[in-house]
């Protein structure tokens, strides 16, 4: 289970950001999607960012999940307790130089848009397969976590298994 590590962790008590798609409920989604659709518009416009975020960068997965945590990382940096309203900081730097360009550069890398128009899009998303056996891991078997965690050989290298040690 995600975010679960064990009784009386402190991890147990920590809640889904509500960044965290996976984790939102209808309603959550749909604020999301209408915060999410205004800043990225911003976005677009304010650094010409047309040709790299293309019009269907919503219908995009891996790019709705990138422009998500800019759009995080950007609330982070840009919004602050009225208190430090006046206060200069260079976080706001930081967020052009560590995040927002590192992440346009990416979005290429991790969504095809050569087949996507003006007005169309050509993304398809593929299911990505997953071996045989991950079912057992995952299911409480004692028997598979030995089979794949354990025990270690001799020479203190892990049995075989389809994990790398």
């Known amino acids: 289970m995600m975010g679960t590590f064990g009784a009386g962790n402190e991890a147990d008590a920590m809640a ?8 939102l409920d209808p309603v959550g989604r749909v604020l ?5 659709a205004d800043w990225v518009a911003q976005l677009r416009d304010r ?21 998500t945590a800019l759009m995080a990382a950007h609330t982070a940096a840009y919004h602050v ?30 969504s095809d848009f050569s087949g996507c128009q003006p007005h169309a899009c050509g993304y398809i998303h ?15 078997s004692a028997d ?4 794949h965690f354990g025990p270690t050989s001799t020479s203190g290298q892990r049995a075989a298994g389809p994990f790398p040690p």
């Open 16 to 23: 889904p950001s509500r960044f965290a798609w996976q984790h």
């Open 32 to 36: 999301l999607w209408g915060e999410l």
């Open 47 to 67: 650094y010409q960012l047309g040709s790299r975020v293309p019009p269907c960068w919503w219908c995009h997965d891996p790019v709705v999940e990138e422009l």
């Open 81 to 110: 307790a009225p208190e430090l309203r006046d206060v200069p900081r260079e976080d706001l730097a930081a967020w052009h130089t560590q995040w927002l360009w590192p992440t346009v550069e990416r979005l290429t890398r991790i």
């Open 126 to 140: 593929r299911p990505q397969p997953v071996l045989p056996g991950l079912d057992a891991l995952t299911d409480g």
């Open 144 to 147: 598979a976590a030995q089979t």
